[in-house]
């Protein structure tokens, strides 16, 4: 587990740097009192590199031996269904629109979850997709995909 942990935190690191150049390329906005279009990403990648320096620093000070670690194939699969929940929600997003989409997403993802209650399953996902689309919309005037219902 120890030489993992030495992989992934570099890989990590890696991938923050290559991160940092992309947001570096990013158009700056000249609106008076502002943070500007680069602020969030440049948070999430300090945020990255301190975690993989984490990773890094347990790995290295860690006198844990490198153990075999399995994964039992029905998490495998979970795993696997949930990337592929995620596509299937970025691709339906364009054609059918936020709202309904993201309703069935969550309505998804609450039943992985473990909660097997059909009401509040069904509260839940409108609920929070009504607040997080009126938020979006009021408070960040963020246009979200319409779709075909909008």
């Not at 990403?41 to 290295?60: C, E, K, T, Y």
């Not at 339906?92 to 629109?97: A, E, I, R």
């Not at 993802?109 to 919309?137: C, D, E, H, M, N």
């Amino acid at each position: 587990m120890r030489f993992a942990n030495i992989i992934i935190s570099l890989t990590l690191l890696a991938f923050a740097g290559f991160y940092g150049v992309l947001i570096s390329r990013l158009p700056d906005r000249d609106l008076p009192h502002t943070l500007g279009a680069a602020f969030m990403p440049w948070l999430l990648a300090g945020f990255l590199v301190f975690l993989s320096l984490l990773l890094l620093f347990n790995a290295i000070v860690s006198k844990n031996d490198d153990t075999k670690v399995s994964l039992p194939k029905r998490d495998l699969f979970g795993i696997a269904g949930f990337l592929l929940l995620i596509v299937l929600y970025v691709k339906l997003m364009d054609y059918l629109g936020f709202v309904p989409v993201t309703i069935v997403f969550l309505a998804c993802l609450t039943w992985a979850a473990g909660s097997r209650k059909p009401l509040g399953i069904v509260v839940f996902s409108i609920t929070t997709t009504v607040i997080v689309y009126l938020l979006f919309q009021t408070f960040f005037s963020i246009q979200l995909p319409a779709g075909i219902f909008f």
